[in-house]
């Protein structure tokens, strides 16, 4: 997992040396502000589980610049807190009864993007780590509720911090007065097993609206 985490940030801080070495005229700095789908794969369990499982809806707040190198191709660096998670039916075989499992996590994606006039795909690993969790577990006539932080260490009932995948997506630009409008849709792919217990990777599914005026002047463009 360190060798992969350290792979993840090289290719990220060589990407984001190249695009503000240069740029061309499509280079836009926006904040991201959305509500995002996401669930859990649970590895070997996942067939098992298919029919508990439930998707969590979590809050999404950060900054994506598109950064432009050629009119067709553009790296887009990304940084942004993101509420994930999953959530479990009543007589699962892990917590018997309903349960949902929230991570509050920080997320850094470096995506290459293509662009074919007003359409574009993008695509890139992403690296996250996990600052707190909390599971809740309903109560029932024979179980008491639950509610109880989530553990980042190497115990059976444990969490990883570090996690790290890939995410795919395309989108569409809609031109307006003095800004531009994105519809992108993207999903997110982990690689990690993040859990000690129940093998459990991130999944998450993102369709958002994006406003963003592009740069006027760019300091960082060579003169």
């Known amino acids: ?16 040396a190249l695009a503000t070495a240069t740029f061309s005229q499509t280079t836009h700095l926006h904040l991201v502000l959305n509500a995002v789908g996401t669930n859990f794969d649970y590895g ?4 098992q589980l298919q029919s508990f499982k439930k998707r ?26 993101i509420m994930k998670g999953g959530s479990l039916k009543a007589d699962n075989p892990i917590t ?5 499992l929230r991570l509050y996590v920080v997320e850094l994606p470096v995506l290459a993007r293509f662009h074919f006039g007003k359409f574009y795909v993008n695509a890139g690993p992403y690296l996250s780590y996990n600052i707190a969790g909390r599971m809740n577990i309903e109560g029932s006539n024979t179980l008491a509720e639950k ?4 553990l980042f260490d190497n115990s059976i009932n444990g969490f990883k911090r570090w996690d790290s995948g890939v995410q795919v997506g395309a989108g569409y630009f809609f031109n307006l007065k003095k800004s531009r409008l994105a ?7 982990g690689l990690t097993n993040i859990a000690n217990d129940v093998e459990r990777y991130n999944r998450l599914l993102n ?3 994006i406003v963003s005026r592009p740069w006027k002047k760019n300091p960082f463009a060579r003169k």
């Open 44 to 47: 070997k369990s996942n067939d």
């Open 56 to 81: 969590v809806v979590g809050a999404q707040l950060g900054v994506s610049f598109q950064a432009g190198i050629t009119p067709r191709f553009s790296v887009v660096p990304e940084l942004y807190f």
């Open 96 to 100: 018997l009864n309903e349960s949902t």
């Open 1 to 16: 997992m360190k060798k992969s985490s350290s792979s993840i940030v090289l290719t990220a801080a060589f990407v984001f």
């Open 183 to 189: 519809l992108d849709v993207r999903y997110c792919y």
């Open 147 to 150: 509610s109880i932080n989530v």
């Open 207 to 209: 369709i958002s609206l």
